[in-house]
């Protein structure tokens, strides 16, 4: 069932190495690689490359640092490009000052939160770096949601191997 997804993915490692796992979470943590699947891909990468620690460890790494390079990319930009919420589209496009009270009233615990639930995943960067929240804050929280959110794949990933030895 899953022998097409995992010989790609053994593909893209032969070649690439966990480069491409890193550049695809990197992606995704600065929101420009939403469409990408990579929850299939870490699925797929730790089932290639085995459960064991070392290959284990080296996909939860690149998973957990490509994303929150990606969201602290995405948070320098928006804040050294000084944009306010009236300058974002759709759901961030928001009335003045919204952001800073709402963030103050939720902080940084929200971003943990936010970043693992999959669906939600980095939708608080923007907002976090419109406020005077601090970069090394802000990212120390990204990395903690993010490895919860690793972990969880981690966890299906390794169910799913022991699956495939079962069946």
């Known amino acids: 069932m899953y022998t097409g997804a995992i010989e790609a993915v053994v593909g893209l490692l032969a070649q690439y190495g966990l480069l ?3 550049v695809v979470f990197t992606l995704e943590g ?4 939403k469409f990408i ?7 797929a990468t730790v089932l290639a490359v085995g459960t064991d ?3 284990v460890l080296s996909v939860f790494a690149a998973a957990v640092i490509g ?3 990606g969201q602290v990319v995405l948070f320098a930009f928006v804040r050294h490009t000084e944009t306010t919420p ?3 589209p759709g759901a961030f496009a928001v009335e003045d000052g919204r952001v800073s009270e709402w963030f103050d009233r939720w902080g940084l615990p929200a971003v943990v ?3 693992a639930v999959p669906v939600v995943r980095g939708a608080l960067t923007v907002p976090a770096a419109m406020t005077e929240e601090n970069a090394l804050r802000f990212s120390a929280f990204s990395m903690a949601g993010t490895s919860v959110y690793a972990s969880s794949l981690l966890a299906v990933a390794v ?3 022991v699956l495939r030895v079962l069946l």
Do not use: Y
């Open 37 to 43: 699947p990579s929850r299939t891909l870490f699925i």
């Open 30 to 33: 600065a929101l420009v690689g």
């Open 20 to 22: 491409a796992l890193l």
């Open 113 to 115: 939160l936010s970043n």
């Open 53 to 55: 620690a070392v290959g």
């Open 67 to 69: 994303a929150t390079v």
């Open 86 to 88: 009236e300058m974002l």
């Open 159 to 161: 169910g799913v191997d």
